[in-house]
């Protein structure tokens, strides 16, 4: 098998929510449901805007301020809370620097405008030799154009290479491509079936 590029997804994956609480204290303080913040969050009209490019990330906070009538200094101490539970795994970070420089390694990320802004504050983005990011690409998984350009990005056929992610429908939208999907549950596993793919 002739791999020569991995693909990684970001949230679920690379930075995943391994502390509930403080999304649960923040639901409980606006009388919601864990699961009804989170919804709003990443799954309301403006999020989803927001993951497309129509709108910047900004206009998507100011409407759930709007929604709270929270102040300016109010919506981004909601946004420090609703994310505080959310831990970059640095072990698997270390797998995906040393694939470099024998393999092109990629990120495919369905995230907001301020994503790679992010990712250079967090100094992750020099471990990624591209970043295909849906805000900026206007097009998020599991829509065959966000894969296609990260490929065209990566100069790889979609037989060569592999992409990570924690969600099915994104693997199987990889898959109908021709890419190698790998649904992530653990990140042990993910590290040895990626090793075996690359024997």
């Known amino acids: 098998m002739n791999i020569k590029a991995i693909f990684f997804d970001f949230g679920g994956v690379i930075q995943r929510t391994e502390y509930q609480s403080p999304r649960q204290q923040l639901a409980q303080k606006f009388g919601m449901e864990y699961e009804d913040i989170d919804k709003l969050v990443f799954n309301s009209p403006t999020a989803k805007q927001a993951t497309t490019g129509e709108i910047k990330v900004s206009e998507h906070w100011s409407a759930i301020a709007k929604r709270f009538k929270l102040n300016k200094d109010e919506i981004i101490k909601f946004e420090n809370e609703f994310f505080a539970g959310d831990v970059i795994d640095h072990e698997l970070m270390q797998f995906i620097r040393s694939l470099r420089p024998k393999y092109k390694v990629g990120l495919i990320s369905n995230a907001w405008s301020d994503m790679r802004e992010y990712l250079i504050k967090q100094k992750l983005d020099d471990a990624f030799d591209?970043?295909?990011?849906?805000?900026?690409?206007?097009?998020?998984?599991?829509?065959?154009?966000?894969y296609l350009?990260?490929?065209?990005?990566?100069e790889v056929k979609a037989s060569e290479a592999v992409f990570v992610d924690d969600v099915s429908t994104n693997i199987e939208a990889c898959q109908k491509l021709g890419m190698h999907g790998i649904l992530f549950r653990d990140v042990n596993e993910v590290i040895n079936q990626i090793k075996k793919l690359l024997k």
């Open 130 to 146: 591209t970043l295909t990011i849906s805000a900026e690409v206007k097009s998020a998984k599991p829509e065959a154009k966000i």
């Open 149 to 154: 350009h990260a490929l065209e990005q990566a």
